[in-house]
């Protein structure tokens, strides 16, 4: 999700980030740097946990499975967070929006672990409803309508998310209505407090 996400800032509306002055090599070197930091790192780690015996399935479907992934998952999204907001002296000053972007989504992460400490949120919908939330925000607060097709589409992605979770079995409605509500929740208070 954050790597749909800044493509869409990136290469959609760089303005945003202040990036636009950027070549889209330097945006994409950027973009690959999120991809690994918030997708190759959760996704070897829960591999990790998995060969380990930590976790019993790569699918996380059970409540023990959950909590230690989605926490450590968490703090290497703060690292990541931390890394673009303060040791990035270019990424820091220009488009320190990148920084408080990928901390909002690693406290959304951590409220999952949080949450299913006693019962199953939906982090999928957590996800997609956060990057359909700090879309659809971006574009209210900034006045931008660049993004109404890829927010449109976000949508659609977003119920299809959904009914896929239920068609699976591998959430209730309250579950998946919970967590989208949480994803954009959060989103909605980062964009309208913190850029």
């Known amino acids: 999700m954050p790597t749909?996400?800044?493509?869409?800032?990136?290469?959609q509306v760089p303005a945003v980030l202040g990036m636009d002055a950027f070549s889209k090599s330097l945006r994409l070197s950027l973009l690959v740097l999120i991809f690994v930091g918030t997708f190759m790192v959760p996704?070897?780690?829960i591999y990790y946990l998995y060969r380990s015996g930590y976790v019993k399935s790569l699918l996380l479907t059970s409540l023990a499975d959950r909590r230690l992934p989605y926490f450590l998952i968490g703090i290497v999204y703060l690292f990541v967070a931390y890394l673009f907001a303060f040791q990035m002296q270019l990424i820091s000053t220009l488009a320190p929006e990148v920084g408080i972007m990928i901390g909002s989504m690693a406290v959304s992460i951590l409220f999952v672990g949080i949450i299913s400490l006693s019962w199953q949120i939906s982090?999928?919908?957590v996800g997609i409803g956060g990057v359909v939330g700090l879309i659809a925000c971006i574009m209210i607060k900034f006045g931008i309508t660049d993004l109404f097709f890829p927010l449109l589409l976000l949508v659609l992605l977003t119920g299809l998310v959904a009914s896929a979770r239920l068609q699976l079995n591998a959430h209730t409605p309250a579950q998946i209505s919970a967590g989208l509500a949480l994803g954009l929740s959060i989103s909605l208070f980062t964009v309208f407090w913190f850029m």
């Open 123 to 125: 982090a999928h919908t």
């Open 4 to 11: 749909i996400l800044f493509g869409l800032l990136l290469f």
């Open 43 to 45: 996704s070897l780690l």
